[in-house]
């Protein structure tokens, strides 16, 4: 009785072995197919950003301040509902982006003014 239980020990040990062999296996093909596609991911996504720059730059202030105002008030209504952090800041994402592009703006503003008065 006691050998029959030590072969059944062994013969799991050894499924056992083998099972996490396997899942090391999978971990390790999967990190390579990911490595070998993240140039391509990073070039999508900077081209992604690159594009929303440059339609964020296209708007108008007003739209702007819609857009920013929608974006903190739906995160608000996230963050009082109890929804994830993670969503919350998501949805701030947009708001962020916008209100950089405001103050770019501004920014952009007054050095022209500033230097268009010292060439007086």
Do not use: C, H, W, Y
């Not at 999508?44 to 720059?53: C, F, Y």
């Amino acid at each position: 009785m006691a050998a029959t239980s030590r072969t059944t020990e062994s013969a799991n040990g050894s499924s056992v072995a083998e099972s996490a062999q396997d899942a090391a296996e999978l971990v390790r093909t999967t990190a390579e197919k990911a490595a070998a596609r993240l140039p391509e991911v990073a070039a999508t996504a900077q081209d992604a950003a690159r594009d929303t720059q440059r339609k964020l730059d296209q708007m108008p202030n007003q739209a702007l301040v819609i857009g920013t105002s929608v974006s903190v008030g739906m995160a608000a209504g996230l963050f009082l509902g109890g929804a994830n952090r993670l969503l919350v800041a998501l949805a701030l994402a947009p708001a962020a982006a916008m209100a950089m592009t405001m103050v770019n703006r501004d920014a952009a503003a007054k050095d022209s003014g500033a230097s268009s008065s010292k060439r007086s």
